[in-house]
């Protein structure tokens, strides 16, 4: 089991960036599991989406949506995960969400985060 606290939400005007952070916190043996590490989104009455994913060997998947204006980056050694996000639009005000997912044994487990407020607006 791994916990995740995510930092970075707030209000930003359209067209603003904001970056997000993430940090997986567990015993050793649960963070050299975790695997692929990412954000989650879900806007009030909507279901819960994908924004962007990174794998520990840096391969990356965005959101259509997402693409060429947000950017998924890790840093390994500190087990943190972070979303650089610009051009930000009043439609992706939402509760961004922290997601890492560990593989044991061929058994994958998911951890979430508690979620993080962003609100795009003027």
């Known amino acids: 089991q791994v916990a995740l606290v995510e930092s970075g939400g707030g209000l930003v005007q359209p067209g603003g960036s904001l970056r997000l952070s993430c940090a997986a916190s567990g015993s050793t043996f649960s963070i050299n599991t975790i695997n692929t590490m990412g954000w989650y989104r879900q806007a009030p009455g909507k279901e819960r989406e994908l924004v962007a994913l990174i794998t520990s060997g840096g391969s990356t998947n965005y959101a259509t949506s997402a693409k060429g204006r947000f950017t998924i980056s890790r840093d390994n050694a500190k087990s943190t995960v972070y979303l650089q996000m610009n051009s930000l639009k009043p439609e992706e005000t939402a509760v961004y969400y922290c997601?890492?997912?560990?593989?044991?044994?061929?058994?994958?487990?998911?951890?979430w985060g508690q979620g993080t407020q962003v609100t795009v607006s003027s």
């Open positions: 997601y890492a997912e560990r593989v044991v044994s061929g058994t994958r487990y998911a951890s």
